[in-house]
């Protein structure tokens, strides 16, 4: 399997671990993946009410791959979706901290491109 699939795979499966964690803690607020794997766009968005007048609705992680690279384009996460596949054996420099300023990126320990 060529490393793009692989990138996929892993992609999909935190998302998806992810997504069923958080549809276990609440019934009023859903968990979505959207994975389009055509162009490599991957988003786990939170879609529901947390009372009955409070929406709640935001993108948690927003993951692309380009150029055989996982660009995190935003990661909502505590302990950050990087280092999760920096331990599923993606190596440092196939990982862009797309989030960050170009500037800032050859200051981080990943990619910056």
Known sequence: MDKVAV????????MQARANRSIQSSKEVEAQTIFDVE????QLVYVGWKRHDIRDYGCLLHLDIKDG???????????GIAYELVN????R???VLGFQPVSVRPHTEFAVG
Do not use: M, S
């Open 39 to 42: 162009r490599d766009h991957y």
């Open 88 to 91: 599923l054996g993606v190596p």
């Open 7 to 14: 990138y996929r795979q892993y992609i999909q499966q935190l």
């Open 69 to 79: 690279k996982i660009w995190i384009q935003y990661d909502g996460t505590e302990g």
């Open 93 to 95: 420099e196939d990982i």
